[in-house]
T-cell receptor, first 115, second 113 residues
Framework: AQKITQTQPGMFVQEKEAVTLDCTYD???????LFWYKQPSSGEMIFLIY??????QNATEGRYSLNFQKARKSANLVISASQLGDSAMYFC????????????FGKGTRLHILP | GAVVSQHPSWVICKSGTSVKIECRSL??????MFWYRQFPKQSLMLMAT?????????EQGVEKDKFLINHASLTLSTLTVTSAHPEDSSFYIC?????????FGDGTRLSIL
């Protein structure tokens, strides 16, 4: 069975500091993809970053980077130089190609950036 | 690119009525769309996979007669909540698949009085 675990229900971080959001996953599929989404209070799902299971390098997108440790089945999101606008819910998600590309989501982490 | 429009954004209606939510891919064709439900302070839960020209595939525990899905064209899937009751109040969000990625609509907040 596939599973995504986010162990941090909420985090408070001072503005301009870096923040790491934890995500571990479990799958028996050899090919899979890992995603991070941001969901502000308005509700839309904003795609942040993607890591494929065969990618050799960690994904980066601007201030976002994904710390992919395959052996540990970990895919932590790192946000550098946090901003007030980063306050939102963050979801880690996984897609398996042999499961019709369905995505399963973790329970999420509520991030609060403090001024 | 990869814009998905979901309509309406908000709907409030009386118990017992049926509500239709539309999900459109505006600049690409999507043979597969997905419907999710999200209760307050919870994660997104997949309800069903909508396939153009065929029947939707429902996740375990989702009532197919309650949540009717129609995917009649390559750019439109609809979710109809039939005989809605207060426990159906939730945030419903769709996504359209392009390549290996899902592109999400902005969601619909459904409140049943």
């Amino acid at each position: 069975a596939q599973k995504i675990t986010q162990t941090q229900p909420g985090m408070f971080v001072q503005e301009k500091e870096a923040v790491t959001l934890d995500c571990t996953y479990d799958t028996s599929d050899p090919s899979y993809g890992l995603f991070w989404y941001k969901q502000p209070s308005s509700g839309e799902m904003i795609f942040l970053i993607y890591q494929g299971s065969y990618d050799q390098q960690n994904a980066t997108e601007g201030r976002y980077s994904l710390n992919f440790q395959k052996a540990r089945k970990s895919a932590n999101l790192v946000i550098s130089a946090s901003q007030l606008g980063d306050s939102a819910m963050y979801f880690c998600a996984m897609r398996a190609r042999n499961r019709d590309d369905k995505i399963i989501f973790g329970k999420g982490t509520r991030l609060h950036i403090l001024p | 690119g990869a814009v998905v429009s979901q309509h309406p954004s908000w709907v409030i209606c009386k118990s017992g009525t049926s509500v239709k939510i539309e999900c459109r891919s505006l600049d690409f064709q999507a043979t597969t769309m997905f419907w999710y439900r999200q209760f307050p302070k919870q994660s997104l839960m997949l309800m069903a996979t909508s396939n153009e020209g065929s029947k939707a595939t429902y996740e375990q525990g989702v009532e197919k007669d309650k949540f009717l899905i129609n995917h009649a064209s390559l750019t439109l899937s609809t979710l109809t909540v039939t005989s809605a009751h207060p426990e159906d109040s939730s945030f419903y969000i769709c996504s359209a698949k392009r390549g290996g990625f899902q592109h999400f609509g902005d969601g619909t907040r459904l409140s049943i009085l």
